[in-house]
């Protein structure tokens, strides 16, 4: 899909090399989605570039990500930062040390660094502290034509209700192994569930007033904690799902 975008205050020069360097204001900045991508609407802010590369600085406003196959509903945030991009070697980079992502119910911080690779998926380092959420803004981050039917809908079920603290997201390589089966990159997210019901299995009664700590690293997680479990103290409930291809939960209560 072609980019649409309204350009103002338009300034191109030429130097002496040939080379071109400018500047812009743009509004209205969207992409559609396509095939397995997502698409953009209403980016606004300040660009400027020349031959090595360039920035854009985000302006106020709304903005609306739409990925009809990966996220089930589209998301609505604001973007505060600058992006940059510049020529790596035979490819380009694209990234930012400080950009903040923030929705009704969710926000982050985040530093990213993606470098492209010709023919293959970019080369992604990301570090992001999450702002405090519950389950029922995690549900809308699945990202759904990635994770197994069936692991979406335990999580789905599982995650009856509670509150997301103290989360942080850190991913190091190549996004062609994603999610790192082979250790050839790191995916590492963590969290705090405090005051949680949690539904383990259908068969089970659900757990309460859990306090849990999350640990996803590759392709499974882990989780240890204390909570109550039909009015019953419970003072160890740790265990996990080593891959999520294979969703079998072990847990172990006492």
Do not use: Y
Request: net charge negative; hydrophobic share 45%.
């Amino acid at each position: 899909a072609e980019p649409t975008a309204v350009l103002h205050e338009v300034s191109v020069h030429r130097l002496p090399n040939g080379a071109l360097r400018g500047s812009a204001r743009v509004s209205g900045l969207g992409l559609q989605p396509h095939d397995n991508q997502p698409g953009i609407q209403g980016v606004s802010g300040a660009l400027r570039f020349d031959a090595h590369g360039g920035a854009f600085t985000f302006a106020p406003g709304a903005v609306r990500i739409d990925w009809p196959v990966g996220l089930r509903q589209p998301l609505d945030m604001s973007l505060r930062g600058t992006v940059a991009w510049w020529k790596d070697g035979e490819g380009w980079s694209v990234g930012t040390d400080a950009l903040r992502i923030a929705g009704q119910d969710f926000g982050m911080d985040t530093r990213l660094l993606l470098a492209f690779q010709d023919g293959s998926l970019p080369r992604m380092d990301l570090a992001a502290n999450l702002d405090p959420s519950t389950f029922a803004s995690a549900k809308k981050f699945w990202i759904m034509h990635k994770m197994p039917a069936a692991t979406v809908k335990w999580l789905d079920d599982a995650l009856v209700e509670g509150q997301v603290l103290d989360g942080r997201i850190s991913i190091g390589g190549d996004l062609d192994d994603w999610p790192f089966r082979n250790h050839s990159g790191v995916f590492d997210a963590r969290a705090t569930v405090r005051d949680a019901t949690l539904k383990f299995h259908p068969d089970w009664p659900a757990g309460q007033d859990m306090d849990i700590d999350l640990a996803f690293d590759g392709p499974g997680f882990t989780l240890a904690g204390t909570g109550e479990i039909q009015g019953t103290r419970v003072d160890t409930v740790s265990g996990g799902i080593p891959d999520f291809h294979a969703p079998l939960l072990a847990l172990d209560i006492a």
